[in-house]
């Protein structure tokens, strides 16, 4: 079964970093990308990051520069460093994997982050 167990998430002062993981417990073929989206209240879920099995990345506009994504593939875990944060990327993070195969995608519980100003 497969499940995506994020975690990471906190209050930070504007300006400070932090570092979301999420690993995959069970087992996804055909992975087209893995990355993470965010959801802000009152807002539609948007995504921050995302990258391929290759290793190529894509950002968000409001997030290049400040957030990088990476992967420990030994535990099967993927990270989002989070630096310089602002105000603005507070937001429920959520990971996610999408497959070419037509099954999924597969979402994670989400985890909360907030910065203060």
């Known amino acids: 079964q497969v499940q995506l167990v994020e975690s990471g998430g906190d209050l930070v002062h504007a300006g400070g970093s932090l570092r979301l993981s999420c690993a995959n417990t069970?087992?996804?073929?055909?992975?087209?990308?893995m990355g993470w989206y965010r959801q802000a209240p009152g807002k539609e879920r948007e995504l921050v990051a995302r990258m391929t099995p290759g290793g190529s990345t894509e950002y968000a506009d409001s997030v290049k520069g400040r957030f990088t994504i990476s992967r420990d593939n030994a535990k099967n875990t993927v990270f989002l460093q989070m630096n310089s944060l602002k105000s603005e990327d507070t937001a429920v993070y959520y990971c996610?994997?999408?497959?070419?195969?037509?099954?999924?995608?597969?979402w994670g519980q989400g985890t909360q982050v907030t910065v203060s100003s």
């Open positions: 996610n994997v999408a497959t070419w195969n037509g099954r999924g995608p597969y």
């Open positions: 069970g087992s996804i073929p055909s992975v087209l990308h």
